[in-house]
């Protein structure tokens, strides 16, 4: 490793190993309710898990870019350096766009020139005031909108260098943050969204998805992982949470008589998701109790830490490791690192998933609580514009229990609506041009941000997609069930295309025999997830994007003719 530093980098980090680092750490952090204080852990090279980094890359290869990056300067110790640099409106360098985004801020120029903010919202679950708050961010820092993401968070676009810095402290003031929810660190920690409200969930997942929030914050070491990597929790609810399309899924289940662990209510453990490489997570055959999902998810983190590839950025989420080594090496080194064997269950005495509805993200739906109700709101491919945020915070705070679920379908729920005020919900949200009401395409129309704002887009995601629900709206009138139609940009599959019924992916379209190309498609069919979990199968490759709406229309009328009930889905 030593070969990677030169000699200023190497005094700096001696210095920082003895202590002088750490001591410092701290001091140039803006730290919030949402944001607590990292411990002053020696991060230099001596530290114990950055020498545990080195073991793959003492194996042979080289170190890739991002990894010298990291070596360094500390994305947190360097933090003051790039605030400087910011303020003098400046864009970044490669290596600084980098340390940003440990901070949340993601520098996305051509397409934007500007800076990109991804928030942390643990389970996607915000007060009303901070969502109003967001929309006051982003008119004062950004572009006047704000996006909701696949993983249940909110996006703030178009921040000027000489924001960045005011934008994050803005967060702060309202109970927010902003930090690790970029390059290679724990996402946002998704949950379901209508944990605690939901007459079907086994489990509440809301201290969960909290507790393991603050427990990957607060720790520096697990900050830097090999490439980014998600981890969610299932209540067993009616809405799907996706957890099979992350690193690690908690699932709760019911375990029967019979089992070789006390029945009741445990967590499910679900490995190796990451839907753009075609993966989906693997049922490990363990179980896990509630209260120790964050020992358990630690531990594998861990092991991920010490032996994911640092040399070679497509091959280094954790799913390499375990198709490398097998899920009971995998699980062997976990339990070294716990101390202890985990507990084991033979899927015959676990009792199956509670059905999902495909609709709970969307319009009006009884809560368990008696006289109350959640109530869906579509967004156009996740956007808002500020003054519908601040309207829509608004509506939940005099009509619902003032609080926004975001969720993994880029939109959100009020919750705590009692039934004489629903009524005044859906019109005053169909005043401000949006609806509540369930319909078949744009329901489950998801886009991830597309060419508009993403460099490695191939493809206008969002704007293609609308043209495409347009089109199916007049097309095909008689769409009687909802159907997931996903776009994404590029094979990051931020919006998850494998698992749509209808999933496309960006790729330019050779249109002439000298090379010009135009915006263009894959297009996959019957993925699934929850009950039915699948990766769909690709069936037309390249095809012009002004061609994808007539297809998209033709397999809709496909399935229509096709289906003997309803019930059936794209995968029969
Ligand atoms: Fe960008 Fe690709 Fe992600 Fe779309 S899928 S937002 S194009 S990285």
Known sequence: MADDFNAEQRRYLEGFAAGIGAARMTGGLALGPGAPAAPAEPTGPDAPHIKAQDATVKAGGKLCEQEKWKRAESPFEGHNRLIAEAATGKAPKPEDNFRWRYHGMFWVAPNQVSYMCRLRIPNGILHHWQFAGVADLADAHGGGYVHVTTRANLQVREIAPEHAQPFLDGLTDIGLTARGAGADNIRNVTGSSTAGIDAQELLDTRPLAKSWHTWILNDRTLYGLPRKFNVAFDGGGVMPTLEETNDIGFQAVEVLDGAAVAPGVWMRLVLGGISGHRDLARDTGIVVRPGDCNAVADAIIRVFIENGDRTNRNKARMKYVLDAWGFDKYLAAVEDKLGRRLDRVAPEHVAPRRATDRFAHVGVHAQAQPGLNWVGVVLPVGKMTSDQVRALAAIARECGDGQIRLTVWQNFIMSGVPDARVAEVESRVEALGLTTKAAGIR???????????????????????????????????????????????????????????????????????????????????????????????????AVKAEDCPGRVEALLRAYLARRESPAESFQH
Not at 458 to 469: E, M, N, P, S, Y
Request: net charge negative.
């Open 443 to 541: 329901s489950g129309l998801v886009a991830c941000t597309g060419s508009r704002g993403c460099k490695f887009a191939a493809a206008d995601t969002k704007g293609h997609a609308l043209v495409i629900a347009e089109h199916v709206e007049r097309t095909v009138r008689d769409l009687d069930v909802p159907v997931n139609v996903h776009l994404t940009g590029c094979h990051h599959s931020c919006a998850q295309h494998y698992i749509g019924d209808i999933g496309l992916i960006g790729a330019k379209v050779v249109v002439s025999e000298e090379g010009d190309t135009v915006e263009g498609y894959d297009i996959v069919v019957g993925g699934g997830f929850a009950e039915n979990p699948k990766i769909g199968t690709e069936i037309w490759k």
